[in-house]
């Protein structure tokens, strides 16, 4: 069953659209690896969210996985760059440097600028839509397009699943008490019995697929995946964007081509 649909402005405009913007930003970002192009794209999505009807406490909730990850990945490039510049930690194994740490801030900062749009896609764009958009726009094979609508549709439910086995394995004692290493355990044998659920319900849901013939020659559309007024108002804030970012790096002296 179809959920609400969003209301945010970015809701009406074509996924395609969407993700061709979000495609131009992340290769304008794999182009070099510097703080300044980094900070520009961040400054630039995080003033869409709105329009996608996201708020930061919500970015944070859904996207903690995101940082987390961007945190580490940061840290650990800080920690096996080039030590250049002066020495601002010299601790046992911890070196860093004024060059080892703007490699760090550069990488964390690009690993959360090109998730960032993802999730602002995602947050806009309704599952049926973007399958319609690409059974009818762009010719990809109904098998995978509706398997891939239903992996997107089943992702909500995993997280509501994960919430009612941690309420019942709390309600039985298990998992509630213990040390840190108590806990890590309990949540392996949680997501163990996910996992299981996961693949059972996608089982199933592929029978039913099956027997009830998706993808089994024509087929007709409920809805028409059409193109609007906003969408190329859409693929050029992406072209800004790209742009802003590939021409801040280069003005500002920190451009770092990833092939140079």
């Given at each position: 069953?179809?959920g609400?649909?969003?209301t945010?402005?970015?809701a009406?405009?074509?996924?395609?659209?969407?993700?061709?913007?979000?495609?131009?930003l992340t290769?304008?970002?794999?182009?070099?690896?510097?703080?300044?192009?980094a900070?520009?794209?961040l400054?630039?999505e995080?003033?869409?969210?709105p329009?996608?009807?996201l708020?930061?406490?919500t970015l944070?909730?859904?996207?903690?996985?995101?940082?987390?990850?961007?945190?580490?990945?940061g840290?650990?490039?800080?920690?096996?760059?080039?030590?250049?510049?002066?020495?601002?930690?010299?601790?046992?194994?911890l070196?860093?440097?004024?060059?080892?740490?703007?490699?760090?801030?550069?990488i964390m900062?690009?690993g959360?600028?090109?998730?960032?749009?993802?999730?602002i896609?995602?947050?806009?764009?309704?599952p049926t839509?973007?399958?319609?958009?690409l059974?009818?726009?762009?010719?990809?094979?109904h098998?995978?397009?509706?398997?891939?609508?239903?992996?997107?549709?089943?992702v909500?439910l995993?997280?509501?699943?994960w919430?009612?086995?941690?309420?019942?394995?709390?309600?039985?004692?298990?998992?509630?008490?213990?040390?840190?290493a108590?806990?890590f355990?309990?949540?392996?044998?949680?997501?163990?019995?996910?996992?299981?659920?996961?693949?059972?319900?996608?089982?199933?849901?592929?029978?039913?697929?099956?027997?009830?013939?998706?993808?089994?020659g024509?087929?007709?559309?409920?809805?028409?995946?059409?193109?609007g007024?906003?969408?190329?108002?859409?693929?050029?804030?992406g072209?800004?964007?790209?742009?802003?970012?590939?021409?801040?790096?280069?003005?500002?002296?920190?451009?770092?081509?990833?092939?140079?």
């Amino acid at each position: 069953m179809a959920g609400p649909r969003s209301t945010a402005v970015l809701a009406k405009a074509n996924p395609l659209s969407k993700l061709a913007a979000a495609l131009v930003l992340t290769i304008a970002l794999l182009l070099s690896v510097d703080w300044a192009s980094a900070t520009v794209a961040l400054v630039c999505e995080l003033a869409v969210l709105p329009l996608a009807g996201l708020s930061v406490r919500t970015l944070l909730l859904r996207g903690w996985p995101i940082l987390a990850a961007a945190l580490v990945g940061g840290y650990g490039s800080a920690l096996l760059a080039p030590k250049t510049g002066a020495v601002l930690l010299d601790w046992g194994p911890l070196l860093f440097t004024e060059g080892s740490l703007e490699s760090g801030v550069a990488i964390m900062l690009r690993g959360i600028a090109i998730a960032l749009p993802g999730l602002i896609v995602l947050a806009s764009t309704d599952p049926t839509d973007l399958a319609d958009a690409l059974a009818q726009k762009m010719k990809l094979p109904h098998r995978f397009v509706l398997g891939a609508l239903a992996a997107m549709r089943l992702v909500g439910l995993l997280v509501e699943e994960w919430q009612t086995l941690g309420m019942a394995r709390r309600a039985r004692g298990v998992g509630s008490g213990g040390g840190f290493a108590a806990r890590f355990r309990s949540s392996l044998g949680q997501g163990m019995a996910l996992l299981v659920q996961a693949v059972r319900r996608a089982s199933r849901l592929a029978v039913t697929m099956e027997a009830k013939g998706f993808g089994a020659g024509p087929r007709s559309w409920a809805r028409e995946s059409t193109f609007g007024p906003m969408d190329p108002w859409v693929f050029a804030a992406g072209l800004l964007i790209a742009a802003a970012v590939v021409g801040a790096a280069v003005v500002l002296g920190t451009w770092n081509p990833v092939l140079g």
